[in-house]
């Protein structure tokens, strides 16, 4: 686990939420912030009472701005996997919240994301996955980046053949570093700089999950990779996440042999919600044969499995022998890109003997993932409808989703 403890020079969301213009209701009037406030508040009461996030929380680009700059910005969130960058000098531009991001591994094998633009004239500077030796060049003018962030070279800047120029000082131009953090290969960012430390935010999970050593993860490879586009807003793909409560109607193959009876919630207050199987044995050959597990686990987890969504927009899932990161890109107000990469315990399973059990663990949980996204999709589509104004949560089985809408409305209301 590591936080680099970077600000981001001018952050360019600071304090910006609190100015915001509004978002537009039902019927397509205007209102502000604190005209949303009661609606947010609804959320906040004992679960029997309890409304859910307004329509606008789905469906207004006002809303979007306000809650990237009010509530995602100032938190932890995920942009991809150390695994996308393997080797010092690996780059890979990922986007979120609509920035354009470069995630690296420098020389000394460190992960760093910087903001994908140069110093210079604002070009996007890596445009798709690659690797350099040394430096990263700017297609326009050739400024010359390390992979610390460095400004290098920035040639004929005084003139041709000029490389220096009097009064230009390169060590104020290198880019611009985002706030890092690293944890289960999981790549964390914070837009503002001003989240609280990342080992105060990660401490619940890992000592949650204290029982794995999770430095035994290994990436299964190019099979071990997922990823959706779905015609929703991401905190709907979170609520899914979240609940057992669809599993015979959305999953009946999972649910033969993890029923919903099975399952048991998860709620961390303002941090993270999710569910628990006790049961979790998927068949994944004719002749039964499982990959490695976790040494030295408690006889609770060797059947055992948990799935958490970590608030904004990661998807967790752990079991005895194998672990997942999902995380989910906000496109826009109704389209959202969600990622998968699975993981196994030690070199072993990345073998020979083992690819066609990996590639049928891939198979049946890209099955489980597909058969949520016609109805996450059908989620969004009923948020067009007036008669709809957050509806309510039953107080057995919807303890998780309604943990995640408090942790939304009270970031968008500071806490209030």
């Not at 994301?113 to 030796?133: D, Q, T, W, Y």
């Not at 430390?197 to 999770?214: H, K």
Request: glycine share 10%; with cysteine.
């Amino acid at each position: 686990m590591a936080d680099h403890d970077k600000a981001i020079g001018a952050a360019p969301f600071g304090g910006t939420g609190r100015q915001n213009s509004g978002v537009r209701d039902k019927m397509g009037n205007h209102q502000t912030p604190q005209d949303l406030g009661p609606a947010l508040r609804r959320v906040d009461r004992p679960i029997q009472e309890a409304s859910g996030l307004p329509n606008q929380a789905y469906t207004s680009e006002d809303f979007a701005r306000y809650e990237r700059d009010q509530l995602l910005a100032n938190t932890w969130m995920c942009v991809g996997v150390g695994h996308h960058v393997p080797n010092p000098g690996d780059l890979r531009p990922v986007k979120i919240l609509g920035l354009p991001l470069l995630l690296l591994r420098d020389r000394a094998g460190e992960i760093q994301v910087f903001h994908n633009v140069c110093s210079h004239r604002g070009v996007e500077l890596i445009a798709g996955p690659c690797s350099v030796k040394r430096r990263i060049c700017c297609p326009y003018h050739s400024w010359t980046y390390d992979l610390d962030g460095s400004l290098a070279a920035t040639p004929s800047i005084g003139g041709p053949g000029k490389n220096d120029c009097p009064g230009f000082n390169r060590a104020q131009h290198g880019l611009k570093p985002v706030r890092t953090a690293v944890w289960a290969d999981v790549v964390f960012v914070n837009l503002s700089g001003d989240a609280p430390p990342f080992g105060d935010y990660i401490a619940p999970v890992a000592e949650r999950w204290g029982d794995f050593d999770l430095s035994l993860l290994r990436h299964g490879g190019p099979d071990s990779s997922l990823s959706f586009d779905i015609a929703c807003n991401w905190k709907l793909a979170v609520e899914n996440y979240c609940e057992a409560y669809h599993l015979p109607w959305v999953h009946p193959g999972l649910n033969s042999y993890s029923r919903l009876e099975d399952h048991y919630d998860i709620a961390e207050d303002k941090l993270y919600a999710g569910q628990g199987s006790l049961v979790y044995q998927p068949r994944l050959s004719e002749d039964g044969e499982e990959f490695p597990k976790f040494p030295n686990l408690p006889d609770k987890w060797l059947k055992g499995a948990e799935y958490i969504a970590l608030f904004p927009n990661v998807l967790l899932g752990i079991h005895a022998d194998h672990f997942y990161v999902g995380y989910l890109e906000p496109v826009s107000t109704d389209r959202t890109r969600e990622y998968f990469e699975i993981y196994y315990v030690g070199d072993e399973p990345l073998g020979d003997d083992y690819a066609a059990l990996r590639a049928a663990n891939s198979r049946g949980w890209r099955s489980i993932f597909n058969e949520d996204l016609d109805i996450v999709e059908r989620l969004q589509r009923g948020r067009a409808s007036p008669a709809f104004q957050g509806g309510v949560f039953t107080p057995v089985m919807d303890g998780p989703t309604h943990c995640f809408h408090k942790w939304a409305a009270r970031g968008l209301t500071n806490g209030a």
